[in-house]
C-alpha cells in the first residue's frame, strides 16, 4: 500500500488546492503501478505553519514542499524504473497544482520496508505469505 505524506507551509493549503493535489498524487503513483494501485493510495497533506520551519538555521523560511511516499520494498523492483518514474510523476504533480514553486525544490522521498518490517492488522507481511 503506497502511502504518501506531503509536507508543506500551511499556506500553501487554501481549501482549492487540496483536491488537485491529491487527486495529482494518486494520478502518478497510478502511473507506474497501473489501475490496480489507485485503491491503495493512502495520501496524508500536512500542513505546517511558515514559523515552524527552518532553513540553513534561520526561522520562517519554508521551503517547497516534500513528498515522502513509503511502500514494500517489492513495489520498488518489481516495476522497471518505478523509483525514478515515482520521483519523476510525484514531483510534476506538485509542480502542477503549485506553479509557483520553484520544481526544483520540491523533494521526493522514497522508502522501502521489507516484509519482515512491514504489517497490516498486526500481521507481517512475511508471516503472511
Known sequence: ???????????????????RLVDGITDAVVSVY??????????????????????????????????????RAGAFTRFPDAAERLAVALTDAVAAVFGDVPREGITVNLVGFADD????????????A
Open 34 to 71: 497501473g489501475d490496480w494501485a489507485r485503491p491503495l493510495v493512502v495520501i496524508a497533506l500536512r500542513g505546517v505553519p511558515t514559523e515552524r520551519f527552518a532553513v540553513g538555521g534561520e526561522l520562517g523560511v519554508a521551503p517547497a514542499p516534500d513528498v515522502l511516499l513509503h511502500s
Open 117 to 128: 518490517r512491514s504489517a497490516v492488522g498486526g500481521v507481517l507481511f512475511s508471516a503472511a
Open 1 to 19: 500500500m503506497p502511502h504518501c505524506t506531503v509536507t508543506l507551509a500551511e499556506e500553501l493549503l487554501d481549501g482549492t488546492v487540496e483536491r
